[in-house]
């Protein structure tokens, strides 16, 4: 008698289980990965198919493609995790071409010894984050490092998507007289991450706002405003964004600093630490440049939004040789809002 | 955000700055020195320099800590954590300071030295309890306010028996600073001094009297927020006006006469004054600075090390040191913002957020663009 069970293998032992060197070796233990964990929880038929890429549908429009790696420590944090964020910050990449994201992938960096309730957590969550955004992840790797050869799990996304017929968004299309609005408040991500590692427990909670804005676009481009540039201020904050819209496009900024959002909470926390909530990371914030006189409609538009329901318009393009973002204190003197110089927070996103 | 918004208020400020404009009538002017660099960078980034009529000019004073290290001072630090392989703890601003050999800590660190950024002594310790097998350094630099700190992680280590932990001791007296800057032969003619914050916290206002009484300077201790500045400029106004020059505290909230007893009693418990201290832009001072008393001996790394001090000169096109002495402005020095930016910086007033050139670089240098 045969007494070997055709296709058996031990099952996962998620809840006990840690990563092994195997797990990433090309063998049984990574296609039980695959199949144990990864594709039930992204589950769509691209994926399903197990070949090396995702075969898609043909499309018809201009193509925009992202990638974007995380690094965030800690893993899991108030508001979100490495999972979530990993999902939204390509889709918002994306997203911030004027896109519709469509598809994304995900490869994985882990490290030996992880243990896998934690990757489930994280796979969980990109599952959750990616069918409510509606982009499915349609392709993927997985590689293991030794035991201190990496932190946990280093997560790698990239996105396509397809542009409305008509759209062009790009950073170096902002005019002098032009519009800059804010979507909501700043340096909530960059402060509940920070706030997470260093244990600060502050006694206000403060939440990453770590989100997929694609909706928000969406909404944003119907309103027919006459936009220029979309981004979103994540490393380095609001102030390296507008840094590099300014370059870009040859001009100079003035920003109003009693228009710019920011949390108490965030407030408080970035003046007990000595920190800019200028150059703090967020995730589910963006900046929309548009001709001065759409910006009525578009802040309405935007206000109207559940992700923007605190946009502002904080600032206008100027004729500037010299590439300043400026701002007007709440005090009413003037300073330079200038490029972050060294790192503020490392490993933020 | 409650006892900081009141301070950054922008109808206060506006009602401040309509009394200077009115009051500064006086023909010659009025040049006031900021003494620290935290006043500096409060000018800086709220733009109080908008605020004030021409003929009252801001002058930035040496109290930036990190500017006032001269290069050998990195130096040592470097050596430590390059040639005796010892775990070198530092505030983050020194990692890049440029020094010798186009070196910094932090190209030392990447370099392989083994250099940790750390936010209080208390870290440092940890790091000694976390390592028996290494010796671990901290790099303690700073004037009044952080010299505290110090004193107690030296005394913790020594309850402790953490015999691997030792200072390499750079803290320095602000008194001192400003005797040198009002010495004869100082090429600044100051009218008054806005007066240390933190740093008075600690020793009080007392010892300020001098620069009043045997200077004929006024001093308006204040605060760092930009309406404490502010205040205190309105109130420097007043006394030359009157031809007063007395010590006055704009920062009540937290500075008396005396100071903070218990620490000046630890400071002294742990720290006596050195002969001669070589400061970045004043030169060689005597008694302007601090080191271990010979009891704590074995926590100090100048004598466990055996490393001795060497004096390097400054990089010759930086004017860092007359910036410091109040000589120049930041926008005088010839590499200014061209050779030497916050991003790669030549002296050490582009390192720190309270250096005048890094402060004046990354606010100000629109009113360059804008002459």
Redesign the interface.
Known sequence: MNRNKPEYARGLDIRHGRVEMSHGAGGRAMAQLIAGLFAPAFDNPYLASGNDGALLPQVTGRLVMSSDSHVVSPLFFAGGDIGSLSVHGTINDVAMMGAQPLYLSASFILEEGFPLSDLKRIVDSMSSAAKAAGVPIVTGDTKVVECGKGDGVFITTAGVGVVRDGITLSGELAQPGDAILLSGTIGDHGMAVLSQRENLGFDAPIVSDTAALHGLVDTMLDSGARLRVLRDPTRGGLAATLNEIARQSGVGMMLQESAIPVKRAVESACEFLGLDPLYVANEGKLIAICDAQDAPRLLETMRAHPLACEAAVIGEIVADSYNFVQMTTKLGGRRVVDWLTGEQLPRIC | ?KY?DEF???AL??NI?AHIALEATAPSGYRLMEFCGGHTHAI????????LPPNVRMIHGPGCPVCVLPIGRVDQAICLAREQGVILCTYADTL?VPCSDSLTLMRAKADGADVRMVYSTQDALNISRDNPGREVVFFAIGFETTTPPTAVAVRQARTAGLHNFSILCNHVLTPAAMHAILATGSKVALDGFVGPAHVSTVIGSQPYEPFARDYGKPVVIAGFE??DVMQAILMLVRQVNAGRAEVENEFTRAVSRTGNLKAQALVDECFELRDAFEWRGLGTLPHSALQLRPEFAGFDAELKFGIGYVAVADHKACECAAILRGEKHPRECRIFGTACT??SPVGSCMVSSEGACAAH??????RE?AQ
């Open positions: 955000m900081v950054r208020d922008g400020a506006r700055a800086s980034r709220y733009g109080i320099a908008d605020l890049r930009p309406l916050p991003a670089y990354t606010y100000g240098r629109f663009a």
